[in-house]
């Protein structure tokens, strides 16, 4: 597989007790794949795991260490809950934080909805693998995945090494 190929490969987990167990139908999930799909990424179909922060974590190991993914992203458990375990999951795998993206979605979300400053997302890298935590609802999901996907395909590029063409404009280059 060639970089170009790799550094298009994306997937996504919902991470919800209650679509794991059939009482809910995700819908984060599918949106947030589809918008993967319409910027170019190559996403399969979500998978779904409850919040437990070892399969997650085992989860996000798998993408990039065995399938060598240049994007997974969650969607669900960054609130306040007991059991919204996702950000620290993550936190365990990451060989290093990407603040600029979480800080992003924030403050995109809290122009919409004042309680979006209380959400935990973490984005990182491990590997070559950007990792990125994205809320649960469907609407969160895809409005933070708006505000950050401009810059997903540069990400995945810089993880390769490779940092032509020139990132999107108004990137300046920085990074």
Request: cysteine-free; proline content about 6%; overall charge negative.
């Amino acid at each position: 597989m060639t970089d170009q190929e790799t550094r298009r490969r994306a997937a996504v987990l919902t991470v919800s007790d209650r679509a794991a167990a059939g009482a809910f139908v995700d819908t984060a999930g599918p949106a947030v794949t589809s918008m993967l799909r319409e910027a170019g990424f190559d996403a399969a179909d979500p998978d779904v795991l409850a919040d437990d922060p070892d399969a997650i974590g085992a989860w996000l190991r798998r993408q990039a260490d065995e399938e060598g993914m240049a994007l997974a992203v969650t969607a669900g458990g960054t609130g306040l809950g007991p059991r919204d375990q996702t950000p620290q999951a993550t936190e365990r795998v990451l060989d290093y934080r990407v603040e600029g993206l979480a800080e992003a979605m924030r403050a995109a979300s809290i122009a919409i909805v004042p309680t979006a400053m209380l959400s935990r997302a973490v984005a990182g890298v491990r590997g070559r693998t950007l990792i990125l935590n994205l809320p649960g609802s469907e609407r969160a999901a895809r409005e933070n995945l708006e505000v950050v996907l401009p810059v997903l395909a540069h990400a995945a590029m810089q993880l390769t090494g490779d940092t032509e063409p020139s990132p999107p404009s108004g990137t300046h280059g920085r990074g």
